[in-house]
């Protein structure tokens, strides 16, 4: 399973469900954490790979446009002292360059989309990360309230029922409050999340489009240059 596929099964998993059905969330979450970080490291490694690809053929694209333009300047120097055959071997030269260019310039294209891909797919995987670290944070707090609240129903138990009563209902009741606020900041944090991963898809959309105008666009200013 390639990295891309492996960062959309980890971040398509849902928390709620892997909670509600293991038997001691805590250690489900901590194994998924594990895996998540797992992955991230994986695509941080395939990142700076692909950088330094990059890196390589933006270098080679420079250096072959460098040695096309030195044959242009040769051959405009071989027309101005007459030597025409002299300026059609340089420019022959040039003509062989350019295969090369473009081979270069195509890879760089592939190497710079991937780059966008993987940076979009640590972003998420960033966001995925925190989220079960908050959601690990909240369980861990709510079994100490859970736990809490039972331990002191317990001590409650050995006092007298009726004269105590409004303590426990009072100290219940505050305990309740906190839980409480717990599954509504988790709710609250679960839609930040989903906001912020329908920001990034909406982002990435707005960039192919800007992208396809501006292919467009340059298009017509070559066919009218032309004209």
């Given at each position: 399973m390639g990295i891309l596929e492996r960062t959309r099964h980890v971040i398509r998993a849902d928390?709620?469900?892997?909670?509600?059905?293991?038997?001691?969330?805590e250690e489900v979450l901590a194994a998924y954490l594990e895996d998540l970080e797992a992955v991230r490291?994986?695509?941080?490694?395939?990142?700076?790979?692909?950088?330094?690809?990059r890196d390589a053929f933006e270098s080679r694209l420079r250096d072959l446009q460098s040695a096309q333009d030195n044959w242009v300047a040769k051959a405009r120097s071989a027309v101005r002292q007459g030597e025409?055959?002299?300026?059609?071997?340089?420019?022959?030269?040039?003509l062989d360059l350019?295969?090369?260019?473009?081979?270069?310039?195509?890879?760089?294209?592939?190497?710079?989309?991937?780059?966008?891909?993987?940076?979009?797919?640590?972003?998420?995987?960033?966001?995925?990360?925190?989220e079960v670290g908050r959601k690990r944070r909240e369980l861990r707090m709510r079994r100490q309230v859970?736990?809490?609240?039972?331990?002191?129903?317990?001590?409650?138990?050995?006092?007298?029922?009726?004269?105590?009563?409004?303590?426990?209902?009072?100290?219940?009741?505050?305990?309740s409050e906190i839980e409480s606020s717990l599954e509504a900041s988790e709710a609250l944090d679960a839609e930040g999340v989903e906001r912020r991963m329908l920001k990034l898809e909406a982002?990435?959309?707005?960039?192919?489009?800007?992208?396809?105008?501006?292919?467009?666009?340059?298009?017509?200013?070559?066919e009218l240059k032309k004209g």
């Open positions: 928390l709620n469900d892997l909670v509600r059905k293991a038997r001691n969330p490291a994986e695509a941080s490694s395939l990142r700076a790979a692909e950088s330094a690809e025409e055959a002299l300026a059609r071997a340089a420019l022959d030269k040039k350019q295969d090369e260019i473009d081979a270069a310039r195509d890879e760089l294209e592939q190497r710079r989309a991937s780059l966008e891909v993987l940076e979009d797919s640590l972003e998420s995987l960033r966001l995925r990360i925190s859970i736990q809490a609240r039972s331990e002191l129903q317990q001590a409650m138990n050995r006092l007298e029922a009726d004269r105590d009563a409004p303590l426990i209902e009072e100290a219940e009741q505050g305990l982002d990435a959309r707005k960039r192919r489009r800007e992208q396809v105008i501006a292919d467009e666009l340059d298009a017509i200013k070559a």
